[in-house]
């Protein structure tokens, strides 16, 4: 039994891994080439697709008993050092942000989110650019979608809530925005290990929850990035971890998190997270427990949240409705109420063929880029500890996540991992190690430590390297399109758009202009030329490449 059960379970995650192949080779069209519009078919194809080989030969080698003793002392030392642990993560994650991700915010609504954090930075509720230079100097094609511009006084802000905005904004006050999310990542690590050694009773949990979380390169990899994900893990861990006990106090500032979680950058996330605990809290202690739950999620949710979301209503610098003249408070409203109605619409649709598929994608993905064979891990763990209430809530967050994202139509998009699921990813390592430190058979115990071990300690190996250098590769590649321009020098660089490489996510420009170089979205050479003739008459012709051109200023 000893022998055999790692053997079983690595052909089985080896077979899993196979399906993960069919799948994508079905979902991306094959023979056919993937479109580079649809990015996340196209890096499901040209990422996932190769992974499956270093997943399958990770799954058969962790069989190797070497490597599962050096993975077992590699555990032991996690857990006995937590905080040496996570400190290391974070520099390891810093310098990943800098020299794999090249600290550069590939996707539009990235960038956005950094833009603003700059802004509160600087004092400011907006970017503030020149009015007549609004339609130039941002993405304009995204106006509307996922920013929010005025034509009259040049104010710029994005369509998501400010919260991760204003965890970014002390980064950027810094100048270094990049370590924003590997400090997140590596308080979620410490948090995962905390929760594990509590729940389980075991003090050996807390190095495999860490070990697991972060050989996972779904977890270290959406820390190279400015979306918000890495915050969401971080904040629904502390929100659970205070909801263990309820005393008031804590459920006070249980809330105060929540209200956080739900500002980052919308709240959904949040929401499809706590609403296993909150029901919990109902179930279990009632009105008088909510109650405090309800005052900690108040001040900061109707201050942050509401009010960021109305003030874009209200005439003035984040007014931005068609009709500045119209004053009528009552129809603001009804314009206010109308606007997030058709938001609405344009996010949540009933499930049907299409969106099935793309969930089931994410769940592919899911596989992919975590330990091989740590989903099934994690189900056998939450099966397991079944009897632990603040365990099974766990599962039913990731649960809820994954069903809640049934009714949004469209996929991630861009993301190194699993996007939409990394609110909610904690529960897999926390599981995993729950599964581990909690079998009752000695021998199959054993058997499962061992090879748990051996596959994340490979993984924490092969699987981060891989992933790093497909991370830069598609960095690089997609930079190597922007026109070139002499970095600290004076210029302005023109992009041509072309959504099939989403070169208009090239127009990314500090929120009051402050950089020495201006990007701007092009019109056409003749177009441009004239705004120079105009608003910069000393410009000179630097060069020209096949998505852009550039003229230096003197």
């Not at 192949?21 to 991306?28: D, K, N, R, S």
């Not at 402050?514 to 000179?540: C, Y």
């Amino acid at each position: 039994m000893t022998l055999a059960t790692p053997r079983w379970f690595a052909i089985l995650c080896a077979f899993a891994s196979l399906l993960c192949a069919v799948f994508i080779l079905q979902y991306t069209r094959f023979p056919y080439d993937p479109y580079r519009l649809f990015i996340f078919d196209y890096l499901f194809r040209v990422q996932d697709l190769p992974a499956v080989a270093l997943t399958i030969f990770i799954a058969l080698a962790a069989t190797v008993p070497a490597v599962g003793r050096a993975g077992l002392a590699l555990a032991a030392v996690i857990g006995r050092n937590p905080w040496a642990t996570a400190l290391a993560a974070f520099l390891a994650l810093c310098a990943g942000q800098l020299f794999v991700a090249m600290n550069y915010p590939v996707a539009g609504d990235e960038h956005l989110l950094l833009m603003q954090s700059r802004a509160f930075a600087a004092g400011h509720l907006s970017a503030e650019f020149p009015p007549e230079l609004v339609t130039w100097v941002v993405p304009w094609p995204y106006n509307n979608r996922w920013l929010y511009a005025s034509l009259a006084t040049g104010a710029v802000v994005p369509a998501y809530w400010p919260g991760y905005a204003l965890l970014l904004a002390p980064f950027s006050l810094l100048g270094v925005p990049w370590a924003c999310n590997p400090l997140l990542a590596s308080g979620s690590a410490l948090l995962l290990g905390r929760l594990a050694g509590r729940l389980t009773g075991d003090p050996e949990a807390r190095g495999w929850a860490m070990l697991l979380a972060l050989a996972s390169p779904a977890f270290t990899g959406m820390a190279l990035s400015y979306f918000s994900m890495s915050a969401h893990l971080f904040l629904n861990l502390a929100f659970a971890a205070l909801l263990l006990e309820r005393s008031p106090r804590r459920l006070l500032f249980a809330g105060l998190v929540g209200s956080l979680a739900l500002i980052l950058s919308n709240p959904v996330p949040h929401i499809l997270f706590a609403l296993p605990w909150v029901a919990w809290i109902a179930y279990a202690d009632g009105r008088r427990s909510l109650f405090w739950l309800a005052m900690g999620y108040l001040p900061l949710t109707l201050v942050a949240g509401v009010w960021w979301l109305f003030v874009r209503q209200i005439p003035g610098p984040l007014w931005f409705p068609p009709y500045p003249e119209d004053a009528d408070p009552w129809h603001r409203l009804g314009n206010f109420l109308f606007f997030w109605q058709v938001q609405a619409h344009r996010v949540f649709v009933d499930p049907d063929a299409g969106t099935l598929a793309k969930r089931a994608a994410e769940q592919v993905k899911l596989w992919l880029w975590t330990v091989p064979g740590l989903p099934a891990l994690a189900l056998a763990g939450w099966l397991l500890a079944w009897r632990d209430v603040r365990l099974r809530l766990f599962g039913l967050s990731l649960l809820c996540t994954i069903a809640g994202f049934l009714f949004v139509w469209f996929d991630q998009g861009y993301g190194w991992g699993v996007r939409y699921l990394h609110p909610a990813l904690g529960a897999l390592p926390l599981l995993g190690a729950a599964a581990i430190v909690t079998l009752r058979n000695p021998a199959v115990r054993d058997a499962v430590r061992r090879y748990a071990a051996a596959a994340a300690l490979l993984s924490l190996v092969l699987a981060t390297a891989f992933r790093a250098w497909q991370i830069h590769d598609f960095v690089d590649d997609h930079l190597s399109r922007r026109p070139p321009f002499e970095p600290g020098v004076r210029q302005i660089v023109f992009i041509k758009l072309d959504w099939d490489y989403f070169t208009q996510d090239f127009v990314q420009n500090d929120p009051f202009l402050r950089d020495p170089v201006i990007f701007m979205l092009s019109r056409g050479r003749a177009r441009d030329e004239q705004l120079l003739r105009e608003r910069f008459p000393g410009a000179r012709f630097a060069g020209e490449a096949p998505f852009g051109h550039v003229w230096r200023l003197d």
